[in-house]
């Protein structure tokens, strides 16, 4: 059994001692599952002032946090060395060993336990498609890309959403490469399909007043076709369940009982912004984030927490290839815009320097070279990312780091490029920019993890070198209380070089020659031997 299986498994037995309804805490230390999904009345729909949360996301909550002084004493006192002015910035919902529990919001999956590249070739739920013909039902009033809402031949709702003319498989390639990432990571996203259809599988509802033949065809004119004639388009299945509207992205849904945390403070939103940086998803704005109330026969339920709209990432928008300045500067960056004033515009852009330009219609602007994991820039940053620490990045680098090549190839195959170029391009740059990714994180938090006890042996792994980043390396291990050092040629140590004279102990791993926090794990001695009871990084 490996460390990582082992330390999965340990997670789910502790899980099943603390049964749901046990207790009104909402996450127990040693839980793997935050029980958020028991049954409640249905909270209120959302009723945000699109314009307004616009307006303080780009202008307001920058300009208070780069004026906040007491933030920035706090964040001084952190680079000093200040471990108390650390605690009060982490996560929330972070159990004893370090990882986010399962929970309405997040599953984890790939870092814990690989998703099989089968499975990665079909996306990330199943092979459904709109059975056609299709019958057009409603217009989309909203959104930037052209579209429409149909039933399929076997009854269901889905909404199409058409690639832009010129542009065939770009939003939709890219979407369903990203979803499918997203999904492999942990997150909820609904089921989307690439699709390609003709003028004559629509037929238009005989009830639709306000949606004529000439405003369907008017749509179709802004599509992408390909050289046969078909248009190109996504599928979304319409969600199961209420729509509550957007995810609040900056406190909790009113009336939401199972909703324990503020949303900022929720390490799967904070680590997020690692995974979007990896894919180039920079349109991360709160219409993007969609909250579902999943209701039982008894009228009860609980609210399910979606990406919505991932199709803005790597080189693509919803209608066309992006603009070469996304990803690198937010709608309203206002250390660019200080940087450009005090050098009278004499200073160069990452985003000008970079060779965004594929010279694939289906990939649009994107590329690895001058990407920096700690410089992407969503375009309207989500509180989550202003707020994440360097142990929340640690955690979605190590999601990224899950991946493999081959895991990445199966990812970029399920969107059926029709582009021969357009596959191996993005495999390689995923692969280079995940490859940035770990080294920079990894450069800063040590990627020791998993950490495994079967009594006598401490065991766990270091990702950088599993990733083929590093070359095996020694490790320096603190034993407190004592003071003591040890040197490891492997990621293994044996239990007896702790004495017999506590029964619980701290350790503290550190890479040899690094200067990357350690990381540190609790063990206590029971009737079975140790076990690890905490493990932190930095």
Same mark, same amino acid.
């Given at each position: 059994m490996t460390p990582a299986r082992a330390f999965f498994l340990v997670g789910i037995c502790l899980t099943l001692s603390h049964p749901a309804g046990a207790s009104t805490v909402p996450i127990l230390d040693s839980t793997w599952v935050d029980h958020d999904t028991r049954p409640i009345p249905k909270p209120p729909d959302s009723k945000e002032n699109d314009y307004g949360r616009f307006f303080h996301e780009i202008?307001?909550?920058?300009?208070?946090?780069?004026?906040?002084?007491?933030? $920035?004493?706090?964040?001084?006192?952190?680079?000093?060395?200040?471990?108390? =002015? @650390?605690?009060?910035r982490e #996560? /929330?919902?972070? &159990?004893?060993?370090?990882?986010?529990?399962?929970?309405?919001?997040?599953?984890?999956?790939?870092?814990?336990?690989?998703?099989?590249?089968?499975?990665?070739?079909?996306?990330?739920?199943?092979?459904?498609?709109?059975?056609?013909?299709?019958?057009?039902?409603?217009?989309?009033?909203?959104?930037?890309?052209?579209?429409?809402?149909?039933?399929?031949?076997?009854?269901?709702?889905?909404?199409?959403?058409?690639?832009? $003319?010129?542009?065939?498989?770009?939003?939709?390639?890219?979407?369903?490469? =990203? @979803?499918?990432?997203?999904? #492999? /990571?942990?997150? &909820?996203?609904?089921?989307?399909?690439?699709?390609?259809?003709?003028?004559?599988?629509?037929?238009?509802?005989?009830?639709?007043?306000?949606?004529?033949?000439?405003?369907?065809?008017?749509?179709?004119?802004?599509?992408?076709?390909?050289?046969?004639g078909a248009y190109v388009a996504t599928a979304s299945l319409i969600l199961p369940g209420h729509v509550l509207g957007e995810t609040i992205p900056d406190g909790r849904r009113p009336g939401d009982r199972n909703d324990w945390y503020e949303h900022p403070n929720r390490r799967e939103l904070r680590g997020l912004y690692v995974i979007c940086s990896w894919i180039g998803y920079w349109d991360t704005k709160d219409a993007n984030f969609i909250d579902v109330f999943d209701s039982t026969d008894a009228g009860q339920g609980h609210v399910k927490h979606y990406i919505l709209d991932a199709g803005s990432s790597f080189g693509a928008t919803a209608n066309a290839e992006k603009p070469a300045v996304k990803g690198y500067e937010a709608i309203a960056d206002f250390e660019w815009m200080a940087r450009r004033l005090v050098t009278l515009g004499f200073v160069e852009e990452p985003w000008r320097r970079a060779r965004q330009e594929t010279g694939v219609p289906s990939l649009g602007r994107f590329?690895?070279?001058?990407?920096?994991?700690?410089?992407?820039?969503?375009?309207?940053?989500?509180?989550?990312?202003?707020?994440?620490?360097?142990?929340?990045?640690?955690?979605?680098?190590?999601?990224?780091?899950?991946?493999?090549?081959?895991?990445?190839?199966?990812?970029?195959?399920?969107?059926?490029?029709?582009?021969?170029?357009?596959?191996?391009?993005?495999?390689?740059?995923?692969?280079?920019?995940?490859?940035?990714?770990?080294?920079?994180?990894?450069?800063?938090t040590?990627?020791?993890?998993?950490?495994?006890?079967?009594?006598?042996?401490?065991?766990?792994?270091?990702?950088?070198?599993?990733?083929g980043l590093e070359s095996p390396r020694r490790y320096d291990v603190e034993i407190s209380p004592g003071g003591r050092h040890l040197r490891l040629q492997t990621g293994e140590l044996p239990l007896q070089e702790l004495g017999s004279g506590s029964d619980r102990v701290s350790l503290a791993f550190s890479v040899e020659g690094s200067r990357a926090a350690p990381a540190r794990v609790e063990l206590t001695r029971t009737e079975q031997g140790w076990v690890v009871t905490r493990v932190r990084h930095g």
């Amino acid at each position: 059994m490996t460390p990582a299986r082992a330390f999965f498994l340990v997670g789910i037995c502790l899980t099943l001692s603390h049964p749901a309804g046990a207790s009104t805490v909402p996450i127990l230390d040693s839980t793997w599952v935050d029980h958020d999904t028991r049954p409640i009345p249905k909270p209120p729909d959302s009723k945000e002032n699109d314009y307004g949360r616009f307006f303080h996301e780009i202008f307001v909550e920058p300009i208070s946090q780069a004026l906040d002084v007491p933030d $920035k004493a706090i964040a001084l006192a952190g680079a000093l060395g200040s471990r108390e =002015a @650390r605690r009060t910035r982490e #996560a /929330s919902n972070v &159990n004893a060993f370090d990882e986010v529990p399962n929970s309405s919001w997040f599953t984890n999956r790939n870092h814990l336990r690989a998703i099989p590249v089968r499975e990665l070739e079909q996306g990330p739920d199943s092979t459904t498609m709109p059975a056609k013909p299709w019958t057009v039902d409603r217009a989309k009033r909203s959104g930037a890309s052209p579209g429409f809402r149909i039933r399929d031949a076997a009854g269901r709702n889905w909404l199409i959403k058409l690639d832009w $003319k010129g542009y065939p498989g770009l939003s939709s390639g890219a979407d369903m490469v =990203a @979803r499918t990432l997203l999904h #492999a /990571s942990g997150y &909820n996203v609904p089921h989307n399909e690439p699709v390609r259809f003709r003028r004559e599988d629509l037929t238009l509802d005989p009830k639709l007043r306000d949606f004529t033949p000439a405003d369907l065809d008017g749509v179709l004119g802004n599509g992408a076709r390909t050289a046969d004639g078909a248009y190109v388009a996504t599928a979304s299945l319409i969600l199961p369940g209420h729509v509550l509207g957007e995810t609040i992205p900056d406190g909790r849904r009113p009336g939401d009982r199972n909703d324990w945390y503020e949303h900022p403070n929720r390490r799967e939103l904070r680590g997020l912004y690692v995974i979007c940086s990896w894919i180039g998803y920079w349109d991360t704005k709160d219409a993007n984030f969609i909250d579902v109330f999943d209701s039982t026969d008894a009228g009860q339920g609980h609210v399910k927490h979606y990406i919505l709209d991932a199709g803005s990432s790597f080189g693509a928008t919803a209608n066309a290839e992006k603009p070469a300045v996304k990803g690198y500067e937010a709608i309203a960056d206002f250390e660019w815009m200080a940087r450009r004033l005090v050098t009278l515009g004499f200073v160069e852009e990452p985003w000008r320097r970079a060779r965004q330009e594929t010279g694939v219609p289906s990939l649009g602007r994107f590329e690895s070279d001058e990407f920096h994991p700690r410089h992407f820039a969503a375009e309207v940053p989500h509180p989550g990312f202003r707020a994440m620490t360097e142990r929340d990045a640690y955690w979605g680098a190590k999601i990224v780091a899950s991946f493999s090549d081959a895991q990445i190839r199966a990812a970029v195959d399920a969107a059926h490029c029709e582009d021969p170029r357009a596959p191996e391009f993005l495999v390689r740059n995923l692969i280079e920019r995940r490859d940035k990714i770990c080294r920079y994180w990894f450069g800063r938090t040590a990627p020791l993890d998993f950490f495994c006890s079967d009594g006598s042996t401490l065991c766990f792994r270091d990702l950088a070198v599993d990733r083929g980043l590093e070359s095996p390396r020694r490790y320096d291990v603190e034993i407190s209380p004592g003071g003591r050092h040890l040197r490891l040629q492997t990621g293994e140590l044996p239990l007896q070089e702790l004495g017999s004279g506590s029964d619980r102990v701290s350790l503290a791993f550190s890479v040899e020659g690094s200067r990357a926090a350690p990381a540190r794990v609790e063990l206590t001695r029971t009737e079975q031997g140790w076990v690890v009871t905490r493990v932190r990084h930095g």
